[in-house]
């Protein structure tokens, strides 16, 4: 399914949810061959293949938040939502193609009047780029690419049970958060960033 308009919708833990100016809104259900204690991974995979499509298509080179998050230096660009049950998976991406007024913390991928590109084409990239990671076993999903492209990595985070700071990605997709209390793989829950002058004093300027 793809759209570049949407009349309702909904965000990760119940967010609201606000539609930009342009946006892509796509959907795609499959059956995936990897075993199901893999599928964790799949967030992972959708935002390396949705970051190649979108410097393939577009030229602009996106960083990755852990675990679902598309973003540049100006803000949240867009997200991946990933739900299953049945033997199916639905990998869900919305992307804020331009934003005239974007709400605190959001941004867009295009300046207002910039060439768009039509949202068939870059949804159909990255659901190719999406089919092409997932053939790998599930064992060789990408994690080296999605280390280099993750943003999360190298700065200070709270989790729901606690904080520290995120260190790496595990070979099975898992945040590694080294707190005071040694090494944490999160694996899901919702990740935030502190803000500099809230970090301890050893670790400000990290």
Known sequence: ??????????????RTWLEPDRALFSSFAFS???????????????????????????GITVGLRWPNDLVTEDGKIGGLLVE????????????????DDPMNGAAALLPPGARVVPARDLAVAWVERFLELMARPSNEWGV???????????RWVSYPS?????????????????????????????????????????????
């Open 1 to 14: 399914m793809i759209a570049e308009n949407q009349t309702a919708g909904r965000g990760r833990l119940g």
């Open 32 to 58: 995936p061959r990897w075993p199901a204690p893999a599928w964790s991974r799949i967030p992972l995979v959708a935002g390396l293949a949705v970051r190649e499509a979108i410097e393939a298509r577009c």
């Open 84 to 99: 299953s049950g049945n033997g199916l998976v639905v990998v869900g991406c919305g992307i804020n193609m331009m934003w």
């Open 144 to 154: 080296d690419e999605y280390r280099r492209a993750c943003v999360t990595i190298g």
């Open 162 to 206: 606690g904080s520290g700071a995120a260190t790496g990605i595990s070979d099975d997709g898992a945040l590694l958060v080294e707190t005071s209390d040694g090494m944490v793989a999160v694996t899901s829950g919702e990740v935030r960033f502190h803000d500099p002058a809230t970090l301890p004093d050893d670790r400000r300027g990290t």
